[in-house]
């Protein structure tokens, strides 16, 4: 991982891997993909597949009954698609799976969508399965997956209703930066680096500003960032 649009660009402040593999359930309607993702994904270090699903309804049940560290979820699934399994997942639980939506297209509205809806990031299907096994890996400790460029086509080709959270929210000056920070890549140590401050005090800003915008976690806050023109395309800092 060598920058923020590098395969996985995520939070690196969480301590060392975990000695339990992470329980992983594929979600893909395409019985092909999801066998092939199961077989590869299986043999990767630190991977356990507990179950697959072949629509969001599937998906929300195993989800419930194997009670997984991660979903790996397709957007577009018959009955119910991953957004709205997403949505169902996030929702009814105290401690609630992870959830990786993994597509074909990095600029497929769907995964907006579905970051908006608290997804911790997305992974494209095309990438080498090692890089598929890290994001899952990456998500289960606690962090999160951004990819910025991808981030600014999709959320600046199509605002969405999130964006009105910005003006609502009433960040700080402080806050307003750190935002700006995160919505580049920056991890928390980087941040703190940046601005001259403790990794403490990073945190209770980016804390702040998830709690002030509503936003599920730290790529929902990037997304919101995004579509309300706080950050425009080409931004860096």
Do not use: C, W
């Not at 309804?57 to 989800?63: G, K, L, T, Y």
């Not at 018959?78 to 949505?87: L, V």
Request: proline content about 5%.
């Amino acid at each position: 991982m060598t920058g923020p649009d590098s395969a996985v660009a995520a939070e690196t402040d969480t301590a060392g891997p975990a000695t339990a593999p992470v329980t992983l359930l594929i979600a893909d309607d395409d019985e092909v993909t999801r066998s092939g993702l199961r077989t590869l994904l299986a043999a990767q270090p630190q991977i356990l597949v507990v179950g697959e699903a072949a629509d969001g309804v599937e998906a929300v049940e195993q989800a419930r009954l194997l009670r997984p560290d991660v979903v790996l979820m397709d957007v577009r699934m018959p009955r119910r698609n991953g957004i709205e399994a997403t949505r169902q997942l996030l929702a009814e639980s105290l401690a609630p799976p992870k959830v990786v939506v993994i597509t074909t297209f990095e600029n497929d509205d769907y995964v907006t969508t579905a970051l908006s809806a608290g997804a911790s990031g997305f992974v494209l299907k095309r990438r080498p399965v090692r890089q598929i096994a890290e994001a899952v890996r990456v998500v289960a400790a606690g962090e999160t997956i951004l990819f910025p460029a991808a981030l600014r086509r999709m959320v600046t080709a199509r605002p969405l209703s999130s964006a009105k959270a910005l003006p609502k929210a009433a960040l700080t000056g402080r806050e307003e930066v750190v935002l700006r920070m995160m919505a580049t890549g920056r991890s928390n140590s980087e941040i703190a680096q940046a601005l001259t401050v403790s990794l403490e005090t990073v945190k209770t800003h980016v804390g702040n500003v998830l709690s002030k915008l509503g936003a599920q976690n730290r790529t929902h806050a990037v997304v919101i960032a995004y579509e309300s023109g706080l950050v425009m395309p080409g931004f860096t800092t």
